[in-house]
């Protein structure tokens, strides 16, 4: 599975990105994806995930900010944030996770729980 991670930029807080993963090869609607984002000197941390029949988990400072969505007829997964703030600044992966009959909010949580990964894209919010 091949993923392409795009939608970034550098906007202004309370603005809007939607981030769109597109995925090729495998069969796409039986994956469940996560986005992930990294800040300069952080670790890798989860943001949002969404499961093959569209249960969606979030972390808790994204909230009510961002969206998580997929479309299986176009292979792709979107991240629509909302009110951005500074502190959404980072590189936002997103990645396929290892399949499993069912899954709870902490199988997502953990970079190890995914097999495959996209290359990121630069979300910069100005204050």
């Known amino acids: 599975v091949q993923l392409q991670a795009s939608g970034g930029g550098l906007v202004q807080t309370g603005d809007s990105l939607r981030l769109s993963c597109a995925a090729s090869?495998?069969?796409?609607?039986?994956?469940?994806v996560g986005w992930f984002r990294q800040a300069p000197g952080k670790e890798r941390e989860f943001v949002a995930a969404?499961?093959?029949?569209?249960?969606?988990y979030y972390t808790d400072s994204v909230k009510g900010r961002f969206t998580i969505s997929r479309d299986n007829a176009k292979n792709t997964v979107y991240l629509l944030m909302d009110s951005l703030k500074p502190e959404d600044t980072a590189l936002y992966y997103c990645a396929v996770a290892g399949w499993r009959s069912s899954y709870s909010k902490s199988y997502f949580l953990t970079p190890r729980s995914y097999n495959y990964w996209g290359q990121g894209t630069l979300v910069t919010v100005s204050s």
């Open positions: 090869g495998g069969t796409f609607s039986n994956y469940a």
């Open positions: 969404i499961g093959r029949s569209g249960t969606t």
